[in-house]
């Protein structure tokens, strides 16, 4: 029997949050839109793996950090335990739910959700199990997935999909990555009780962000007593049943001879990401160009160099986070189905906030120190720094610092860069951002009143 076709005005290849976007802004135009997601449950890396989970989960361990600090301003609480089966079952619940409201938005919006893989047969057509969709604009927005090292015994590790997973918390765990997500499920892990490790090639932690949120997470994670193995490599992973502590992790460091090992019950992969490219058949797009690490690139309007095909969110590989997938997808939705008034619709990239929900919180907006001194000159720049402890800690005996940089340029001291690290600073930077977005200078920081007392004031009155 030869396969059904139907035929749309967009198909969107990726239920994930940047793909619904899209999707959905481009039905709010009147196009016939399809939504097609093999996984079975929409909302993506986000929603089911990604930044909700995590933030649940961060806020259970930020509560148990708040239960330690109780004491030293009065408060008797008893010594906390912690259900991590219950945790589980609870973020499950939740965010099972937001899959419900995501396909009720759909429904909502008349966007047909097709439940299967998506292969290309050409530029205008998929195959989805023995269904042919046919559309003039077809937008790749698959997401990634973790990247695994090629060691012997790999399999027996998980990685940051695989934390969410987890019905028991692990005694000791070995976290192999020191990039955002690797700092991130290290803080959980250690704030609720578990012993950690973290695994890193270098001296250094959080390598794409600036200096000083790398050296001051770096010194606060290992007062709070996460352990490093720095310039290390690791090299194998054994498993042992029925061992306490079951995996057997060893490596080598680039400052001495030989192989050590310690012994985990968890080992978290946290490498890096890779796009999710291998079931859509690209071989069936002739000349579609792939970059290095094979993302499906794209120029600023989403354009891949096959007409009618666009690519957005991790799969484009830019800017990887939520927000920035969402507002790409809307943009372009606007562009291809809402009128002349969007003809030039696109997405800036520039000064895109992000934060780190790490143990402290940091966040950051615009050029680094060491890109500001390579784009601008080192003559060209200058950095206002504050260091100080938040009024939080006025009372505990352990002082956390919380830093900022400020990096301006030129006579009128165009702000560059805001660099945060400390408590609060994850809701602090939002504002900020917006402010450096419209192109603030630092007089229009010190023309702010500050706010006190709060370590946001620091942002309006460095010198």
Known sequence: MAPVSKIFDFIVIGGGSGGMACARRAAAHGAKVAVVEGSGRLGGTCVNVGCVPKKVTFNGASIMEAIEDAKYYGISVGKPTFDWGFLKQARDAYVKRLNGIYERNLTKENVEYVDGMASFINSTEI??????????????????????????????????????????????????????????????????????????????????????????MLQEMKRIGIKFEHNSSVSGLKKSDGAALPLELSWTTADSSGTSSDSFDCVLWAIGRTPNTKALNLAALPGIELGRHGHILADEFQNTNVEGVYSLGDVFGKSELTPVAIAAGRKLADRLFGGAQFANAKLDYVNIPTVIFGHPTAGTVGLTEEQARSEYGSDNIKVYQARFTNMYNALTPYKPPTA????????????LGLHLIGRGCDEILQGFGVAIKMGATKKDFDNCVAIHPTSAEEIVTMR
């Open 404 to 415: 900022m940089k400020l990096i301006v340029t030129g006579p009128q001291e165009k702000v």
């Open 127 to 216: 195959k989805v199990n023995d269904v042919v969709l046919r559309a003039n604009h077809i937008l790749i927005a698959t997401g990634g997935h973790p990247i695994i090292p090629r060691i012997d015994g790999a399999e027996h590790g998980i990685d940051s999909d695989g934390f969410f997973d987890l019905e028991s918390q692990p005694k000791k765990v070995a976290v192999v990555g020191s990039g955002y997500i690797g700092i991130e499920l290290a803080g959980i892990f250690n704030a609720l009780g578990s012993h950690v490790t973290v695994f890193t090639r270098t001296p250094h932690i959080l390598r794409h962000h600036d200096a000083m949120i790398g050296d001051t």
